[in-house]
């Protein structure tokens, strides 16, 4: 097989500038193409990121208060869950901060001794659950997790694609030219140019314009994730309040609605299973929970949960909408971009070499984090809501995974084998389960009475949170010049930090 040099990559949002921007800045010496077309439109369901973005931004070499900046980014530690086992009922899926300190037992140690309303959550009961954030080191560098204005964070990624060369052209694809091989050979653009490549990358959303020209087939996976349609429209700010540093995902009759802020609006959506109720009915129930008059959504979108049978075939791979899709909940379909993309970069050039050998192990890691992504999201919908006929039908059969070890869960126990390459861990799994009310109290005990010896796992969990975290959970206010020498937390409004970073770091 030649040598990959040119790599053509068809799809201008965020999964096909974030591919280019990754393969660009690591295999500099590759000819990187956009094809996207204006026509086309961004979906934008989601605005928030996971951690793999702080990945993709160290590898880009992107700071992120360019970010902050340029996309009217705020910060994002994490989800706010309301109402999902009954009305009033809070619990939070936050940016972990203890894992290096073996976190299941020190989430344990927290499960039977709760200090507070979120007691697996110590940074956001005392700072972020009150807009603020916490100045943890000169560089006000809190989080690499952010809430994004999906349009201003495409123009910034363009920007970053002309900083490292990478040719963005604007043209709708008229057909595609395959060799006697089965491989694609080039693309026929709307004005009749035809453009060569060796590597395709179909980044086409769910147009999946590359990959179903190679023979792909859609996988549904509805039975397992029922919800089908999103509906998207938004709101101003209320500055009064502060700004949430935070996604706020609402169980509602139907579904879920998000609420993410942004440095100027709220973006707001209602994704339900449109079996249960119309979008008529759903635009007026969000209205009705938003307390707004909103008479026409600005973006409806019907979807499927499910993936292609084949993410790669010949000299394509489909990455992002184009080869999978749940749902917008915990905004993994960007985590999900990035892990592909890297799998990609990291196996690109090996692939000129062993080309069947690389196929088939990156089409098994990408069915195994897909995997994983599923179990993660499916997790959200075992509550003890009742009260409307969708949550009392719960319209889906759970997963192997998470039926076998349901058992496991409620002591505390996610059994993952291979953590590689994961997108969701232990310490994610853990939050969900807690949160849920499925991790209890009496099962964590008698894991410990089975295994006595074990006891002193807890202890010493017990010992590393006093260690280590008291002080932070607890919040401590303590002037600059005290929180520089190490001796407590400063901690500032969400809206002040965003300004201060804006006003004195120029580009």
Not at 267 to 284: E, P
Not at 419 to 438: R, T
Request: charged content about 25%.
């Amino acid at each position: 097989m030649n040598p990959i040099r040119d790599i053509v990559i068809v799809g201008g949002g965020t999964a096909g500038l974030v591919t280019a921007i990754m393969v660009k800045s690591n295999l500099p010496f590759l000819n990187v193409r956009v094809v996207k077309s204006s026509k086309t439109g961004i979906i934008g369901v989601g605005e928030g990121s996971t951690p793999e973005w702080s990945d993709f931004q160290d590898l880009a070499n992107i700071d992120f208060k360019e970010t902050i900046k340029k996309t009217d980014a705020t910060v994002k530690i994490g989800i706010l869950f309301k109402d999902w086992n009954y009305k009033g009922h809070e619990y939070v899926h936050a940016v972990p901060t203890i894992s290096e300190f073996n976190g299941n037992k020190i989430f344990d140690y927290l499960t039977l001794y709760p200090k507070h309303k979120f007691p697996l959550s110590f940074y956001f009961y005392k700072t972020y659950y009150q807009n603020k954030i916490p100045i943890i080191n000169r560089n006000f560098d809190v989080t690499r997790q952010f809430h994004f204005d999906t349009f201003k964070l495409n123009n910034f990624l363009l920007e970053k694609c002309k900083e490292k060369e990478i040719l963005v052209e604007d043209y709708l694809i008229k057909d595609i030219k395959l060799n006697d091989k089965g491989q694609i050979n080039s693309l026929l653009t709307d004005n009749n140019q035809d453009i060569k490549g060796d590597f395709f990358i179909d980044c086409s959303g769910f147009k999946r314009i590359l990959i179903s020209k190679l023979g792909t087939k859609w996988i549904s996976y509805r039975d397992k994730l029922p919800v089908s349609h999103a509906i998207t429209f938004p709101t101003s700010l209320n500055l009064d309040k502060g700004i949430e540093p935070y996604t706020t995902a609402t169980s509602l009759s139907s579904g879920w609605s998000w609420k993410i802020p942004t440095q100027t609006r709220y973006g707001n959506g209602y994704v339900f299973d449109d079996r249960y109720i119309s979008k008529d009915n759903a635009l007026n129930e969000l209205n009705k929970h938003l307390g707004t008059n909103i008479e026409e959504v600005a973006k409806s979108i019907p979807f499927e949960a499910g993936k292609v049978n084949k993410f790669w075939i010949k000299n394509c791979v489909a990455i992002g909408l184009a080869g999978s899709f749940l749902e917008p909940l915990e905004a993994q379909s960007i985590g999900f971009s990035i892990k592909q993309a890297k799998l990609l970069v990291d196996n690109l050039i090996s692939f000129s070499h062993s080309p069947d050998l690389v196929r088939k192990e990156i089409e098994k890691k990408y069915n195994y984090i897909f995997d994983n992504t599923l179990n993660m999201v499916q997790l959200h919908y075992l509550t003890k809501r009742n009260d409307s006929k969708f949550w009392k039908e719960k319209p889906f059969d759970l997963t192997t995974w998470n039926k076998e070890n349901l058992k496991l869960f409620s002591m505390g126990i996610i059994n993952h084998l291979d953590k590689e390459d994961l997108l969701f861990n232990d310490i994610n799994f853990y939050q969900i389960l807690h949160g849920l009310d499925i991790i209890n109290k009496k099962s964590i005990q008698n894991k410990y009475k089975l295994y006595p010896e074990t006891i002193g796992d807890l202890k010493f969990a017990e010992s590393l949170f006093f260690k280590n975290i008291k002080k932070e959970m607890y919040g401590i206010n303590l002037s600059p010049d005290k929180k520089i020498r190490g001796e407590g937390i400063l901690k500032i409004n969400h809206y002040d930090y965003l300004n201060i970073l804006k006003e004195n770091f120029s580009f």
